[in-house]
Nanobody, 123 residues
Framework: QVQLVESGGGLVQAGGSLRLSCAAS????????MGWFRQAPGKEREFVAA????????HYADSVKGRFTISSDNAKSTVYLQMRSLKPEDTAVYYCAAQRGGWTMGWRDYDYWGQGTQVTVSS
């Protein structure tokens, strides 16, 4: 079992920045690929970014490429999502997730989920 707890969400103006954190506990953190997803009201959950278990492979959705950065700190069993140049369309609940296999873009492939953290970007 892996428990995930997100933090760092909030209200920010367009153009601003936020850093989300996802602290993991339970089984060995380094054996899981980690992903960030988001879900806006009335929309399907969508892929944002993912990092492989080794940290050597990182992937982003086209909509956030160049603005968001995913990273991990194995010593702290924590994965981060640094978000810059935020836009109103980035408003959503952001979730981190873990899976035993390699990273994927499909949210259904992930085994464990955090409770989510709200990010609201005002125009």
């Amino acid at each position: 079992q892996v428990q995930l707890v997100e933090s760092g969400g909030g209200l920010v103006q367009a153009g601003g920045s936020l850093r989300l954190s996802c602290a993991a506990s339970g089984r060995t953190f380094t054996t899981y690929a980690m992903g960030w997803f988001r879900q806006a009201p009335g929309k399907e959950r969508e892929f944002v970014a993912a990092i492989s278990s080794s940290g050597g492979s990182i992937h982003y959705a086209d909509s956030v490429k160049g603005r968001f950065t995913i990273s991990s700190d194995n010593a702290k069993s924590t994965v981060y999502l640094q978000m810059r140049s935020l836009k109103p369309e980035d408003t959503a609940v952001y979730y981190c997730a873990a899976q035993r296999g390699g990273w994927t873009m499909g949210w259904r492939d992930y085994d464990y989920w955090g409770q989510g953290t709200q990010v609201t970007v005002s125009s």
